[in-house]
């Protein structure tokens, strides 16, 4: 059993280090089925070794013992309980319940909306037609909410400021516009001052055409902010998506900083697309003394960029919340170095707060107890 669990971790770990590199996406997509075969396949194959073996030998299978398994098998039994012992004290240190900084947020207002309240089918082509019908299959449900979080180093006049998150938007044509129009629709109505999106906007070149009557629904006093993500890159050429958002007065984070007032007190946005676009400018830009910095990256891997780079608030998402969260044991699929560490919620390190939005779709339409989420967030000083 304990070779079992061993063998879990390394598929699963292995899945979502994999998915966190900033390889071409074939290859990532190469190694990850590699990796994921080898890893069922094994001990599948020494099972079949050691039933070959027993039925030559005679031996009752009631009295088989660990010394009469091939050496090959006993190594691997050896290894994989191993991984397990180690693994499995880090593996729970990690589970949402210890790491996410409950003392450091609440949730103010919430709204959950489930598939009843279209008009019309949310559902576009015929798979994710097909896969809604799993039960409590939450693809197309949503949960609004406003958020209250502590941040450090929080000049008193940006208090109350209000910074509409959400991610992950994945236009791939599986969801209605409608889909979107509900949640962006309600954002607009919370008011917030302005409206981050951290990346993976569209999927398919086809889709591009989208980005214009979804995304000029979006409208925030201080503006609009978006930077790149993994799945972008599968365009002909991400940069028709930077062009239509601009087109609509979006700004580029993922470009170039931006710097904004509120109360007189000047913000500054800076984004980070690693590892898998380098846009950015390397040189840090002067700016005011009493400038308050957030930023904005697609990975939670970019954690530690956040902390060394002074932000007080980082927004990301990219790990969809794991998609599927177990009950008390969460997420176990999220694509990130640090596992499903940080698949989605609130984190804080040396002065700086990350906020890891659920995103709102995905290419693989199928969540369970992980519905797509859209955030107000409410900035408040500790
Ligand atoms: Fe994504």
Known sequence: MSSLAGQAYVIVGGFNRLNAQGWNRRLVKLSEKIHVLTGLTLPIAFLIMEWYSLSHSGK????LTFADLQPVSQIYMIAMTAIALIYTPLWLSIRPQFVVAKDRYH????????TDTFESSPYTNSTTKLLSKVPRNEIAWTDANHKTILIDRLPE????LKIAHLSDIHLTGQLSHEFYHRAFDWITAQQPDLVVVSGDIVDYNENLEDIEPV???LTAPLGCYFILGNHDKRLTDPMQICKRLEGIGWRDAG???HI???NSIPIEIIGNEKPWFDRYRSDMPTVEPETWRMGIAHSPDQFSWGVKNDCSLLLCGHTHGGQI???VLGPLVSPSMHGSKYASGVFYRSGTLMHVSRGMAGVHPLRWRCPPEV????????
């Open 255 to 257: 470009a170039t900083h």
């Open 260 to 262: 904004i007032r509120f």
């Open 157 to 160: 006049s940006l208090n109350g």
């Open 375 to 382: 955030s107000i967030l409410h900035l408040s000083s500790i």
């Open 215 to 217: 995304f000029q629904r």
């Open 60 to 63: 009752p299978y009631t009295e």
């Open 325 to 327: 969260r177990f009950p």
């Open 107 to 114: 949730v103010s207002a919430e709204q959950k909306w489930k």
